[in-house]
């Protein structure tokens, strides 16, 4: 079964602190882990693709890590601002048919 | 330009009838996706197609259709709509199936009353 797992499914940090988003997913048969970025009502921004073969990518003040043996993902983000409260989901895609398997989201709240 | 666009972004409607959403992308991608995000934020995959040809039907109840007249396009037919229906659904495309990224469109929030 392909499960996709977030903790914590909320956090709160001052400004300025560094965020760790954990993800974890179940199959190690995936073809690439996605980051988006949600904020209320509103659609889903892709942050972060890391293909299978890939260890890392990075975007700014965003870097995504992907460790397929161990079955996770974390997403970092430095120096973090008020801006980046929003809630963050981690999506496991999977060799076949490339649907994406998505974990409940980490809301995150950046304290001015 | 938007890449991937749905309409109505909003759509309240008694329990019983039937609507439609529509997608549209203008990637030129051959693959098209619906998600469900319930009241909990969950988001889950209903349905893909992969050059007009169904690909993933997630158990999905089968008053819904999902139709695809061409490889921008892939509607969402839902009929007798219950309350539990009630959610945000979106739309996404890939390139292809070989692991591409998706790209969402902005969400329809439907409410049935």
């Known amino acids: 079964k392909q499960e996709v797992t977030q903790i914590p499914a909320a956090l709160s940090v001052p400004e300025g602190e560094n965020l760790v988003l954990n993800c974890s997913f179940t199959?190690?048969?995936?073809?690439?882990l996605q980051w988006f970025r949600q904020d209320p009502g509103k659609g889903l921004t892709s942050l972060l693709l890391?293909?299978?073969?890939?260890r890392e990518q990075t975007s700014g003040r965003l870097n995504a890590s992907l460790d397929k043996s161990s079955g996770r993902s974390t997403l970092y983000i430095a120096a973090s601002q008020p801006g980046d409260s929003a809630t963050y989901l981690c999506?496991?895609?999977?060799?076949?048919?490339?649907?994406?398997?998505f974990g409940k989201g980490n809301q995150v709240v950046v304290i001015p | 330009d938007t890449a991937v666009s749905q309409t109505p972004k909003y759509l309240v409607t008694q329990m019983g009838n039937d609507k439609s959403i529509k997608c549209e992308q203008n990637l030129g991608h051959d693959t098209m996706y619906w998600y469900k995000q319930d009241s909990k934020k969950f988001l889950k995959i209903m349905f893909s197609?992969?050059?007009?040809?169904?690909?993933i039907n997630e158990t999905v109840p089968n008053r819904f259709s999902p139709k695809s007249p061409d490889k921008a396009h892939l509607n969402l037919h839902i009929n007798s709509l219950e309350l539990g229906d009630s959610a945000v659904y979106f739309c996404a495309s890939s390139q292809d199936m070989a692991g591409r990224e998706q790209y969402f469109g902005p969400g329809t929030r439907l409410t049935v009353t």
């Open positions: 999506a496991a895609s999977y060799y076949g048919n490339n649907r994406l398997a």
């Open positions: 199959d190690s048969a995936i073809y690439n």
């Open positions: 890391i293909q299978s073969s890939q």
């Open positions: 197609y992969n050059n007009k040809e169904l690909i």
